[in-house]
């Protein structure tokens, strides 16, 4: 699939919160996206700065409090849940819930909204399933129970579910948090490989930022004042990185390219 | 390419054709002795030796297997819906209040005819009459529950809510009877030991008609549910109509649970302890082999309670109720003290 590399995502002056009975919190405010196809964008900021309310309003998880998100010139809003199943696949934080799916019907299930009203797979749906196990280099699991596979391969699984979903867009929270060094850099590695070699568009909320400079094509920086999305060259070159941590613990080197603890 | 999902063919054989065999077993128990011979020639028409015996087989026990295979493989049904939808491995129709709704109901109609009117009265005494106010009452607990259950995310809260919901029924259905007369009193009161007989064709039909609504509603969400095996936030990624899924179990789960209610009884374990049971045997989650085999299974419980509850050979019979308790406590004291997971 073939996608025009233009403005896959675009919101302007996007605010995001929560509204209850008595008040509107907002998280954040003014945000500006214009993403074009094909890249790795990698969302970074402090624990609590917002990423995941961010990433549930891009999902249509939760409402924007104001401004318009566009998918593929789509309006969020007005996308039904059918619709937006074929434009934007998810990878969550949360734990699955105990079941005993073997791996091969976890990812098949990610061909729903394609199969007909029992969920039968054609020929063509068993040809995604098989390349996406391909691609993730999880065949020989498929068919041990989800329950029994490691941090590690479980990433790797639901990271097939996804792409058997053949969405332009795929969506990733925290995907490495339980993960060692290893598996951390293998998830990323794949997560590069799925936006050069085809296209897709990877968005990911991460706490490594080491990887994130040197593997993302766009970073999206979320600090307490300000929102900034841009190319990793352009934003480590004109400090943008650096006001991440405001703190005199540490500080970001540019020639290293990671941040590192003050001398003092 | 090969298609790794398994196909359970042998295993279903096996289960239908262990039903058949209980089928004809439970038929053939009773306090009369009848020759398995006879049975046949009365079924094909033919010439029965006595025609008691006849009588006894078509107006009696075959009505009441049928409604053991009914009242089994629905409510077992409902039971693997509650555990899907509410993530829990101890939902069941009993448990989350939704029989004592349905009981409510009934008991609502029995015992406070008095308070109602007599333009109730005339309907208190059918079986239609119970059947509606039955699947009312179920419906409103399930929904309260389901409610609460969008509040609370926690599942252990919502089985507690569940267990609340059933301790609130009781207690109104306390207060009706402290007002009630002797009368009213005893005929509820045989009705909550739950029978499977005493069904006339009439009435098995109307239960048999309630059961396939109820159950066809349920063949179209096999989908939704397996997705909803990843929680609700993936199945609604997956472009899964959550909110339709799950009214389509409410109303599914009351028609079933409230009509077997009304027609049998509240009979309680079947729907927390066969789809274990179920669970345990097939090993999957997968709910297009999972529902079929869950009827099936629920069927087969149910017609060994009943043949147990008989008595072979002797002229008494047992509540059905407490046959099904002492066969589903063990179950789950089981599940609960052994080390492997408990999947829903």
Redesign the interface.
């Known amino acids: 699939m073939k996608l025009s590399t233009k403005h896959i995502i675009k919101a302007t002056n996007l605010s995001i919160g929560y509204t209850s009975k008595k008040e509107v919190k907002t998280i954040a405010s003014n945000l500006n996206i214009d993403l074009n196809a094909g890249n790795l964008v990698c969302l970074l900021g402090k624990n609590g700065i917002g990423k995941s309310t961010l990433l549930r309003t891009l999902?249509?998880?939760q409402p924007s409090l104001e401004g318009e998100i566009f998918i593929n010139s789509n309006n969020l809003e007005k996308l039904n849940?059918?619709?937006?199943?074929?434009m934007?696949?998810?990878v969550?934080t949360?734990r699955?819930?105990?079941?005993?799916?073997?791996v091969?019907?976890?990812v098949?299930?990610?061909r729903?909204?394609y199969?007909n009203?029992?969920?039968y797979?054609t020929?063509e749906d068993?040809?995604i399933i098989?390349d996406a196990f391909e691609k993730t280099a999880t065949k020989h699991l498929?068919?041990s129970k989800c329950?029994e596979l490691s941090d590690g391969q479980l990433q790797k699984v639901l990271v097939a579910r996804a792409l058997t979903?053949n969405t332009p867009i795929i969506v990733l929270d925290e995907p490495t948090a339980h993960l060692d060094i290893h598996h951390t850099i293998e998830t990323f590695t794949l997560l590069k490989k799925l936006a050069k070699n085809f296209n897709k568009t990877v968005i990911v909320s991460t706490h490594e930022i080491n990887l994130a400079l040197q593997l993302a094509d766009e970073l999206w920086l979320m600090t307490p004042t300000q929102f900034v999305s841009g190319k990793t060259d352009t934003l480590i070159s004109n400090n943008s990185v650096q006001q991440l941590f405001d703190s005199n613990l540490i500080s970001f080197n540019k020639t290293l390219k990671q941040f590192t603890i003050n001398n003092s | 390419?090969l298609?790794?999902?398994k196909s359970y063919k042998n295993t279903f054989i096996l289960l239908v054709i262990t039903l058949i065999l209980i089928v004809i077993i439970n038929i053939s128990l009773g306090s009369v002795y009848i020759p398995i011979k006879q049975i046949f020639l009365s079924f094909i028409d033919g010439q029965v030796e006595k025609e008691s015996w006849k009588s006894i087989i078509l107006n009696y026990r075959l009505p009441k297997a049928i409604t053991a295979i009914i009242v089994g493989s629905g409510l077992s049904i409902s039971g693997l819906l509650m555990q899907t939808l509410f993530?829990n491995p101890l939902a069941g129709p009993f448990v989350l209040g939704i029989s004592s709704g349905a009981s409510l109901g009934v008991a609502i109609l029995i015992l406070g005819a008095s308070f109602l009117g007599a333009n109730i009265t005339v309907y208190a005494f059918t079986n239609w009459g119970h059947a509606i106010a039955a699947i009312i009452g179920a419906f409103l607990v399930l929904s309260a529950v389901m409610l609460a259950a969008i509040k609370v995310r926690n599942t252990m809260s919502i089985l507690i809510i569940g267990l609340m919901f059933g301790s609130l029924t009781a207690a109104v259905i306390s207060v009706l009877a402290y007002f009630s007369s002797a009368n009213q009193l005893q005929q509820y009161l045989f009705w909550s030991f739950g029978s499977l007989g005493n069904l006339s064709w009439n009435e098995i039909s109307a239960l048999s008609f309630t059961f396939l609504i109820g159950i066809s509603f349920v063949i179209?969400i096999?989908?939704p549910l397996?997705?909803l095996?990843?929680?609700e936030?993936?199945a609604?990624?997956?472009?899964?109509?959550v909110k339709r899924t799950r009214n389509i179990i409410l109303i599914s789960t009351s028609l079933l649970t409230g009509a077997i209610t009304a027609f049998s009884g509240p009979i309680a374990f079947i729907g927390l302890a066969v789809p274990h049971l179920t669970?345990l045997l097939f090993?999957?989650?997968?709910h297009?082999i999972l529902l079929p085999a869950v009827a099936i299974s629920g069927a087969i419980i149910m017609l060994i309670c009943d043949s147990i509850s008989q008595l072979p050979n002797s002229e008494y019979t047992l509540p059905i109720n407490a046959i099904t308790s002492l066969f589903g406590a063990p179950i789950i004291i089981w599940l609960l003290v052994r080390k492997r997971?408990?999947?829903?």
Do not use: C
């Open positions: 999902t249509k998880v849940y059918k619709g937006f199943s074929k934007v696949s998810l969550l949360e699955l819930p105990d079941n005993s799916l073997t091969f019907e976890l098949a299930l990610g729903q909204p199969t009203w029992i969920g797979l020929t068993l040809q098989d498929i068919n329950y979903q | 390419m298609n790794p999902i993530r179209f096999i989908k397996n997705s095996l990843l929680g936030n993936y609604k990624s997956m472009g899964v109509n669970k090993n999957t989650s997968n297009k997971k408990v999947f829903y």
